[in-house]
């Protein structure tokens, strides 16, 4: 069965430093992976996506994510964090041929002047 | 382009009672999923409609329903209400029914049940 582990539900960064929003996965098959940006009150933003082309996934904003067999691992990066990254960040997996998204339970990013 | 659209934005209403949360996906978009975000949650899966067809149902109870129309737009009907239901609730359309076409994900319907 498919599921998803995000590491530390609160992260703080300064602003300008680097970001590192973790995820872990559980697949019986090379999954699809997406990483979403939630603001308060509104729905979900794809950030990027792997799905089995290139590793180093490159997403808006600044964002990107590589995956890792070996490691069964997603984790999003930005180099410099902005105030505006303020939000909650969810990791999903989806397996090939199945038609739903398994979320992660989020990480809420803070970001200090 | 108009993204996923969801109807109405807020709504309260008593246990006991029934809701139906309206959906239009994105233009050409033939797949709709719902999902249940509780609050500090993350998004639980319920259903996903393809071409007018349930594609999968997720560990919900049977009080859930939904239906996909035509025009691709999809309702979601919950019965019975429930406390715990208060949730928001939302809407991803997609190109297609399988998990590499990216999702897109609707504004969300707060429920709150009292």
């Known amino acids: 069965a498919q599921s998803v582990t995000q590491l530390g539900s609160h992260v703080s960064v300064s602003e300008g430093a680097l970001v590192l929003l973790r995820c872990n996965y559980s697949?019986?098959?090379?999954?699809?992976l997406f990483w979403y940006v939630q603001y308060p009150n509104q729905g979900l933003q794809l950030l990027l996506k792997y799905t089995s082309a290139a590793t180093l996934v490159k997403g808006i904003n600044g964002f990107e994510a590589e995956f890792k067999k070996s490691e069964t691992s997603f984790h999003l990066t930005k180099p410099s964090a902005h105030m505006s990254d303020a939000a909650e960040y969810f990791c999903a997996v989806s397996e090939p041929g199945t038609y739903k998204y398994i979320f992660g339970t989020g990480t809420r990013l803070k970001v200090l002047a | 382009d108009a993204g996923v659209t969801q109807s109405p934005t807020h709504l309260i209403k008593t246990r006991g009672q029934q809701v139906t949360l309206r959906c239009s996906p994105i233009?050409?978009?033939?797949?709709v999923s719902w999902y249940q975000q509780v609050l500090g949650q993350g998004p639980q899966f319920i259903f996903q409609y393809y071409e007018k067809e349930e594609r999968g149902r997720g560990n919900f109870p049977d009080r859930f329903s939904a239906r996909q129309f035509p025009n691709y737009s999809s309702e979601l009907n919950v019965n019975a209400l429930l406390l715990g239901d208060s949730a928001l609730y939302l809407c991803?359309?997609?190109?297609?029914?399988?998990?590499?076409?990216?999702?897109?994900f609707g504004p969300g319907t707060r429920l709150t049940v009292t």
């Open positions: 697949s019986s098959v090379p999954p699809y």
């Open positions: 233009s050409g978009h033939k797949s």
């Open positions: 991803a359309s997609s190109l297609r029914d399988r998990g590499h076409y990216e999702q897109y």
